[in-house]
């Protein structure tokens, strides 16, 4: 028997719509459904700056990685040992992406820095959300 995840959110880029599931991105295009595995588990998608971009779990480096997904302005996000909780807009051609231990990092086109706040102490020893404005 195949299960279906509940799915929990909906992003759409251009014409298609991407849902994430376990293991898989399901892209709904013209009447189809596509499928796109992830190389362990996707834990994390959202539409940000015109892309698409997913984490994977297990992906064992840091970096960022082109990825083939539905209209080809995809990108899979691989952070060691960091689960993404959000990605923002931030500044021009810039997207704040925040981490629940590991902190915020800068996504500038394909690179990824590491944005080093006060807050990093909280991050790394608590569980708590921080919400509020990002200077």
Do not use: C
Request: glycine share 8%; aromatic share 12%.
């Amino acid at each position: 028997m195949r299960e279906f995840a509940d799915i929990w959110h909906i992003a759409q880029l251009g014409n298609a719509f991407f849902f994430p599931g376990q293991p898989e991105i399901f892209e709904y295009r013209n009447n189809t459904i596509h499928v796109y595995r992830a190389p362990s588990e996707w834990r994390f998608m959202k539409r940000a700056g015109g892309r698409l971009l997913a984490q994977d779990r297990d992906k064992g480096h840091t970096g960022i990685q082109e990825q083939p997904v539905g209209a080809g302005n995809a990108m899979i996000l691989f952070l060691k040992e960091g689960l993404i909780t959000s990605i923002l807009d931030y500044r021009n051609d810039t997207l704040l992406v925040t981490t629940l231990r590991d902190g915020i990092y800068l996504l500038h086109g394909s690179q990824l820095i590491k944005k080093q706040t006060e807050t990093d102490p909280v991050f790394a020893s608590s569980r708590y959300l921080l919400r509020g404005a990002v200077e």
